[in-house]
């Protein structure tokens, strides 16, 4: 059964980080693109950053570009969303996914049940 956990996320200050983590079971990671998206209340989901399972290139969406690094631990099955310089706008649920195609297309396949992030004083 494929199966993908989210966790790390919480409540942050402006200008603080968190790092989220996404398990994976029931597939090994090393040959998918995994990616991180989010939806904020009232808007439509987004892509944020997503790292291939080919040669781990990597894609950033310009609003985060600079602040966030994707990155994965192929023998824990695990990706990692390090979130830097956080902004009250970075509020979101997050939900890591499968990406199919080219990781700039986030067309996400199998989800995971997301974790909150929430920026605020």
């Known amino acids: 059964q494929v199966q993908l956990v989210e966790s790390g996320g919480g409540l942050v200050q402006p200008g603080g980080s968190l790092r989220l983590s996404c398990a994976a079971s029931g597939f090994t990671m090393d040959y998918y693109a995994i990616g991180w998206f989010r939806q904020a209340p009232g808007k439509e989901r987004e892509g944020v950053s997503c790292i291939s399972g080919s040669d781990g290139s990597t894609h950033y969406a310009d609003s985060v570009q600079g602040r966030f690094t994707i990155s994965r631990d192929n023998a824990k099955n695990t990706v990692y969303l390090q979130m830097n310089s956080l902004k009250p706008e970075d509020t979101a649920v997050y939900y890591c996914?499968?990406?199919?195609?080219?990781?700039?297309?986030?067309?996400?396949?199998?989800w995971g049940q997301g974790t909150q992030v929430t920026v605020s004083s």
């Open positions: 996914a499968t990406v199919n195609g080219p990781c700039s297309w986030y067309r996400g396949g199998y």
